[in-house]
């Protein structure tokens, strides 16, 4: 890609005032995204990169992957203060594939062999999926590798930046089913916030979820967001007793009141 070869794969600099704070607070994200998570799971994200010694049975084959975490808006505005027209980049996941499938989650995928570094498959995954121009976008920092229990893979959140992400939609219906720019005030928004369990063998545990009037925003790509509002300072207090099964979450996002195309403001 003509961007990597000739720029480098990172350009921190390129961030605008008011997602700065956030690329220089990104290694706080994995403490964050973090702080909900079961103890178990914490064990199997620390554990992931160890080798296991001699004798003992060998791991799983690590699946590396990459999302890209793009953020559009404004070149300028105050540091810290979020503009509001600022948005990110998410996608549906089709429900024929077999991971993840039908969840809304940041474009991205798994690593070719031939990909040199996280940003390059992030963005050679996020044009395959929506179509966007690579010239456009501005990676700033990658966050620290984290691990999905279920898929098994490790996957790098990188983080970026465009003025305009020019025209993106479904370009394989086989890989996703929406392409959205959603407003980043819709997250922030207290009221488009619950949390999220899916039983599983009586084993009950609750994710930050995100309720909008196209998805539902939850696992994974949640609890990731969710690390983003706080770390960069944009959380607002929202209600953390309001649990909901997946199920009952999946119908309140397709409910009447919330099919009009409005997000809410923050």
Same mark, same amino acid.
């Given at each position: 890609?003509?961007?990597?070869?000739?720029? !480098?794969?990172?350009?921190?600099?390129?961030?605008?005032?008011?997602?700065?704070?956030?690329?220089?607070?990104? &290694?706080?994200?994995?403490?964050?995204?973090?702080?909900?998570?079961?103890?178990?799971?914490?064990? /199997?994200?620390?554990?992931?990169?160890?080798?296991?010694?001699?004798?003992?049975?060998?791991?799983?084959?690590?699946?590396? /992957?990459?999302? $890209?975490?793009?953020?559009?808006?404004?070149?300028?505005?105050?540091?810290?203060?979020?503009?509001?027209?600022?948005?990110? $980049?998410?996608?549906?996941? /089709?429900?024929?594939?077999? &991971?993840?499938?039908?969840?809304?989650?940041?474009? !991205?995928?798994?690593?070719?062999?031939?990909?040199?570094?996280?940003?390059? =498959?992030?963005?050679?995954?996020?044009?395959?999926?929506?179509?966007?121009?690579?010239?456009?976008?501005?990676?700033?920092?990658?966050?620290?590798?984290? $691990?999905?229990?279920?898929?098994?893979?490790?996957?790098?959140?990188?983080?970026?930046?465009?003025?305009?992400?020019?025209?993106?939609?479904?370009?394989?219906?086989?890989?996703?089913?929406?392409?959205?720019?959603?407003?980043?005030?819709?997250?922030?928004?207290?009221?488009?916030?619950?949390?999220?369990?899916?039983?599983?063998? =009586? &084993?009950?545990?609750?994710?930050?979820?995100?309720?909008?009037?196209?998805?539902?925003?939850? !696992?994974?790509?949640?609890?990731?967001?969710?690390?983003?509002?706080?770390?960069?300072?944009?959380?607002?207090?929202?209600?953390?007793?309001?649990?909901?099964?997946?199920?009952?979450?999946?119908?309140?996002?397709?409910?009447?009141?919330?099919?009009? !195309?409005?997000?809410?403001?923050?």
């Amino acid at each position: 890609m003509r961007w990597e070869r000739e720029r !480098g794969p990172l350009v921190p600099d390129a961030a605008p005032p008011w997602l700065k704070g956030l690329v220089d607070n990104v &290694h706080h994200i994995p403490r964050a995204y973090r702080r909900r998570l079961p103890a178990e799971v914490v064990a /199997a994200i620390m554990e992931s990169d160890t080798h296991t010694p001699g004798g003992a049975p060998a791991a799983p084959p690590r699946r590396d /992957a990459a999302v $890209l975490v793009l953020f559009s808006g404004p070149p300028d505005g105050a540091p810290g203060e979020l503009p509001h027209d600022a948005d990110l $980049l998410l996608t549906v996941r /089709a429900s024929t594939l077999r &991971h993840h499938a039908g969840q809304a989650a940041f474009p !991205g995928g798994a690593a070719d062999d031939t990909d040199p570094d996280p940003v390059f =498959t992030a963005v050679r995954e996020a044009n395959e999926e929506t179509g966007i121009d690579p010239g456009r976008l501005q990676p700033l920092a990658t966050m620290e590798k984290m $691990l999905i229990p279920p898929s098994g893979f490790h996957v790098v959140p990188v983080l970026a930046y465009t003025p305009d992400p020019g025209p993106v939609g479904v370009v394989d219906p086989a890989e996703a089913a929406l392409v959205s720019r959603v407003p980043v005030r819709a997250f922030v928004n207290p009221e488009n916030r619950i949390m999220v369990y899916r039983d599983r063998q =009586t &084993h009950r545990f609750a994710w930050p979820a995100f309720v909008l009037n196209e998805m539902l925003v939850w !696992g994974f790509t949640g609890q990731v967001i969710s690390a983003l509002l706080e770390v960069a300072g944009w959380a607002k207090p929202w209600n953390t007793d309001d649990v909901r099964e997946l199920d009952e979450a999946m119908a309140l996002a397709g409910s009447p009141h919330r099919s009009t !195309g409005r997000y809410g403001d923050a």
